[in-house]
């Protein structure tokens, strides 16, 4: 009877999961869809800890415990998630991603080690004198290897994004990336077929090199791949989940792991297509070396002409259509209410003013709709790269705040770029371009930007906050 | 070789039902992510986030499971419990804050 009511909790969590994630994908129903895969999740929990029996028919005990941790982990995220800024929510999303994976990770060494101690507990596929050789060992060193990859993976992720962690590779990595997944794969498969002594140490020895591998797969990506690795660690600690649902033969963790490992796997897959590489490039963690490798790049020098905060609030005044392009800078600078400040002023006095927003502007997928939505930009202004391009030689003035990367023309003009390929805003086509910068530097991509040196690009240097609210003064004095 | 063959056909056979459920699911994640717009990639993947969550479920299983003597069980199971419950309650707490922002200015 109990067993009989906890599927059925289950099976309406697994429908919230499908409803959630499809209520998300809609502006009007995205709340809603949140809340109601919560709610969800809620009722899993708790069927879980009342209603649960073993294949032996025993309750859950420790009561105790589990609620204590539940009241640790409910207040310490609540705290944490409440009081997180906008502009670090990819690092807190990492974070909290890293947690799932850890704990996907330590389910599969329990389980492991609980069977390790009682082989006799689960019947052998074969019974051929490999006791280990199952479909349940498999599984249980997956959930091991994919969470720890997730954890270590999104605790790197983090610390680069919060500016904690430097980009870091030495030569060969790729070929070290590549060896260390092969052994652990083989120590996998050898671990099926040695004695439970044996497999003991093995099992620890996978977990370890699964977390070097996860440092050392993050460690080398540039800021510019965090969107594309953000996501795919995302879809990593989905299957990490659904394993222990195998395990577990556990309907709603199978459905909500697997649909995030698919719906994940998905998001990656388009954002590596904004950046025309393969995913298999980003994996293997070449981004990194294959700009050290050709440091000089041709064409990418000459003058920069700077423009007065004057010139630039008479320029924007006085046009008809302004299109801004927000970047990573924006967020650093938290400029985003000004920045719509600076939109709302504009209006007033007529102009038409929209926001070009790149898929990998920023340091996740929509990271630019976000920061934006915080400062209550109207989402109807965020225009994507594809509606916008055709609009840029009908515009006056584009403003660049704080991106780099995404509007570079190398990625259309020079094949020997390391972005070429790469879909970018063509704001060259405006009539004037000005970019809001705080210095010379380069973009996460680590190449020189051509667009500062165009005849009909104009330099304002400056943190993007302060400067942009000199420029709403300006404009409003005049 | 023999072995081999009956060994994957077996693990087959034994998780058929768990195998179809893997498989629609994949399918079904596929569709309901190919029709989200740009502007919600951010939080879809922040409500994603939360949804692996889930994995909560295995770690109360172990915790509630836990001999009372078995310290390394206890104290991981514990463990796993409050990493779980910080990806669930953090990830839809945080995506429920990105999508307010959404709501708000809808006048």
Known sequence: METNLLEIIYLIGSITFILGLKMLSHPDTARKGNLIAAGGMIAAIFGTIFLYHDVEGNNLGNYIWIFAALIVGTGVGFYSAKKVQMTAMPEMVSLFNGMGGACAAIISIVELNHFLHAPHLIESLLTNGHPLLNGQVFIMALGLIIGSVSFAGSMVAWGKLNGKVKDFSFPGQQFMNIGLMIAILALTVFMMFVDVEMAQILVYAIFGLSLVYGILFVFPIGGADMPV?????????????????FLYGNSVMLTGGILVGSAGTILTILMCK??????????????????????????????????????????????KSVVIVPGYGLAVAQ????????????????????????????????????????????????????????????????????????????????PSSPIYGMPVLDVELAATTIVLKRGMAKGYAGIENELFYEPKTRMLFGDAKATLQKLVAEIRSL | MDNSVELLLNFFYVYRELITIVILSIFLGIEIIGSVPSVLHTPLMSGANAIHGVVIIGAIIVMGKAEPDNYLALVLGFLAVILGTLNVVGGFVVTDRMLEMFKKKKK
């Open chain 1, 335 to 414: 400029a985003q209410h000004v920045c719509h400040e600076l939109e709302k002023t504009l209006e007033e006095k007529g102009v038409e003013v929209k926001y070009a927003i790149h898929p990998v502007a920023g340091r996740m997928p929509g990271h630019m709709n976000v920061l934006l939505a915080e400062a209550d930009v109207p989402y109807t202004k965020l225009l994507e790269m594809e509606e916008i391009n055709p609009e840029f030689p009908n515009t006056d003035v584009v403003l660049v705040i704080g991106a780099n990367d995404v509007v570079n023309p190398a990625a259309k003009r020079d």
């Open chain 1, 229 to 245: 690795v953000i996501s795919l660690l995302n879809s990593f600690t989905g299957v990490a989940a659904a394993c222990g649902g």
């Open chain 1, 274 to 319: 904004a950046m025309n590489r393969s995913l298999m490039n980003v994996i293997i963690g070449s981004f990194g070396g294959s700009s050290a490798a050709n440091p000089a790049l041709a064409g990418a020098t000459g003058d920069i002409r700077e423009i007065t905060m004057n010139d630039t609030a008479v320029l924007l005044s006085y046009s």
